[in-house]
Nanobody, 118 residues
């Protein structure tokens, strides 16, 4: 069983930065694709960024390209989402997820609230 725990959420002003962390316990973290998702009230959950097991390939939603960076440290079983130049529309609950591919996320964290004030 793998458990994912997000941290680092909070309140930030527009233009500011936050770094989210996703700590994994259990087996085979370094074999998983990791992804960050978000869901704002009234909206569907959307993918924000993904990263392959080696960290060699990343992808981003158009809305965050150039502002957000996904990374991982397999030695620490942790994935990160660095969020810069934040906008009020980035306000959402952010979730990390892991799985064998970008089309199959098996493990999910509990979510962390991110609020960007204007």
């Amino acid at each position: 069983q793998v458990q994912l725990v997000e941290s680092g959420g909070g309140l930030v002003q527009a233009g500011g930065s936050l770094r989210l962390s996703c700590a994994a316990s259990g087996r085979a973290f370094n074999m998983f694709v990791m992804g960050w998702f978000r869901q704002a009230p009234g909206n569907e959950r959307e993918v924000v960024a993904t990263i392959t097991w080696s960290g060699g390939r990343t992808s981003y939603a158009d809305s965050v390209k150039g502002r957000f960076t996904i990374s991982r440290d397999n030695a620490k079983n942790t994935a990160y989402l660095q969020m810069n130049i934040m906008k009020p529309e980035d306000t959402a609950v952010y979730y990390c997820a892991g799985g064998p591919s970008t089309r199959e996320y098996v493990y999910w964290g509990q979510g962390t609230q991110v609020t960007v004030s204007s």
